[in-house]
């Protein structure tokens, strides 16, 4: 049942390890498949 378990919470866990990574005034969208991370552009 652990097994399983982890199994069903590996998705979860790869979605929250990019969240993490992005950007801090990036946007997080969600979508029908899933999130998009959204980054505006730079403006220099």
Known sequence: ???YHCGICLVDLL???SLVKAPKN???EE???GYEI???PSIS
């Open 1 to 3: 049942m652990l097994g």
């Open 15 to 17: 979605f929250f390890k």
């Open 38 to 40: 959204l980054i505006p």
């Open 31 to 33: 979508t029908p498949k």
């Open 26 to 28: 990036a946007v997080i």
